[in-house]
Nanobody, 114 residues
Framework: HLVESGGGLVQAGGSLRLSCAAS????????MGWYRQTPGKQRELVAS???????NYADSVEGRFTISRDNGKNTVYLQMNDLKPEDTAVYYC??????????WGQGTQVTVSS
């Protein structure tokens, strides 16, 4: 239902753009989010964007990451700039409901080298 792409290895200060394509689920009216997880830590909500395009960001990425969506393509994006080693994680795309995420992608690895 959700398939991420765009992860990889980048040097600190570099950029990556993650994409998440949705299929067989209602997309346009739902809030979509990006979580990330590192070993031994809970998943962290990095950014979310509502069906009205209102977005929210974690303090740790505010000003560096930008979430966007294309409802015509059922796709949500995460543009990540000025990446830091602490951004290294597996990034997951989710569909968010009032009770939390109901669909998850398989995850895409982002590794930032110092």
């Amino acid at each position: 239902h959700l398939v991420e792409s765009g992860g990889g290895l980048v040097q600190a200060g570099g950029s990556l753009r993650l994409s998440c394509a949705a299929s067989d689920i209602v997309f346009s009216i739902y809030t979509m989010g990006w979580y990330r997880q590192t070993p031994g830590k809970q998943r962290e909500l990095v950014a979310s964007i509502g069906g009205d395009y209102y977005s929210n960001y974690a303090d740790s990425v505010e000003g560096r990451f930008t979430i966007s969506r294309d409802n015509g393509k059922n796709t949500v994006y995460l543009q990540m700039n000025d990446l830091k080693p602490e951004d290294t994680a597996v990034y997951y795309c989710t569909r968010l409901t009032n009770t939390g995420p109901d669909y998850w992608g398989q995850g895409t690895q982002v590794t930032v080298s110092s």
